[in-house]
């Protein structure tokens, strides 16, 4: 096992080198040395330091302060940004989420300590050299999520990790350990007191793995899912998720099927997605993705359903349909979308001025979303075709003077 056989390592190896010949110590820490370990594609790597911030800063030329009162500073190299982050200690959880102090310190040791699992709290020198203060070789070898030190406590000064343990389990198919998994039961209901966007990254990251299923099962079986936003009493749809026979599930497809379940009118999946904190994107796309699995559930592709749903969105309800044996293909909804005569309203060959010079209108009025609507469903149902001459001459007979 070798840092050099790692691009994303070797890469940020020059950062590493100049703190260390500056004096200082530097590490790559936290999940990337564990998907290393694992022979997983790593993401992004982080370093820790014995740098403070301020002198990460003068060795070198080009930083950015991106988190510095969490001592973390973006060291630039090669067009490319490094997150340093100097050793430190967290202390006083007062509220289950923030630590009200920050300290800085010289210690590799004190700095691991505060990481959440054992798995997480590894550290690798430039020379290879792999630090394992907690026996996170060891619990890698047994698959199994174990807390740095005391579970209670630790799930106590910051209740998110209670999460990360379940979210860890979907994404590495370990078990977690015995004592971390009695803690959660326990502590459960503090996660409500974490921000709610903390929750979602978790939540998010937990439908998307490969162990969804038993992810999703410890989510239920621990009581975790009560603690957030408007989940409790849904643990039997949970489970349904779980089982949903999907290999991959969408973050998309996670709601579509949830708020399916509930039967929730738009306006109730608009209140449970607001209170998830989703973005107003996010929103609009469960919302249309709902109402087109709804009606491709009754019936085939067409003109009308293409036409409301974007291509990504209806492929996505298209591959709920072929797991549940409701579809054989996505080739019907590829041959629908591809002959569709009008992707919005823009694409109609007739506009507002167009509408104004025919009908010889003094002023805009409502009359012109009248026509546009007309055509543009007569369009859809193929009963007209989007040429500028026919539509002018449509628009004349039907909406011309005196009718
Ligand atoms: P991912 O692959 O999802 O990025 P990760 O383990 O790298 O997983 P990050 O959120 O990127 O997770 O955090 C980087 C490291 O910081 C973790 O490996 C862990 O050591 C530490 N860490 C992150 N969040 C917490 C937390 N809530 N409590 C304690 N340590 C944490
Ligand atoms: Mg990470």
Known sequence: MSIQKEPLFLEALPVMQQLVDAGYEAYFVGGSVRDMLLHKPISDVDIATSATPQEVKEIFSHTVDVGIEHGTVMVIHHKEGYEVTTFRT????????????????????????????????????IDDQLIDFFDGIGDLERQCIRCVGDAKERFNEDALRMFRAVRFVGQLGFQIEENTKNAISLLKMNLSKVAVERMKVEFEKMIQSSYRKDALKLFVETGLYQACPLFDGKGEILLKLAEFPIKEMSVLQAWILF??????????VTHLLKSWKSSNEQIRDVLVGYKTYRARKEEEWNFFLAYDCSYEVASEVEQLLIAQNKSTSIKGLEATYQSLPIRSMNDIQLNGHDIIR??????????????LKTVEKMILEQSIENDAEILEAYVLTHFGSGK
């Not at 509220?95 to 300590?113: A, I, N």
């Not at 708020?259 to 109730?268: G, I």
């Open 358 to 371: 025919i009908l010889k209108l003094e002023k805009k009025g409502p009359i012109i979303g009248q026509v």
């Open 90 to 125: 967290e202390e006083g959880y007062e509220d289950f989420r923030h630590p009200d102090k920050v300290t800085f310190v010289r210690s590799l040791e004190e700095d691991l300590k505060r990481r959440d699992f054992t798995i997480n709290a590894l550290a690798i020198g």
């Open 259 to 268: 708020v399916d379940e509930l039967k929730l009118s738009d306006k109730e």
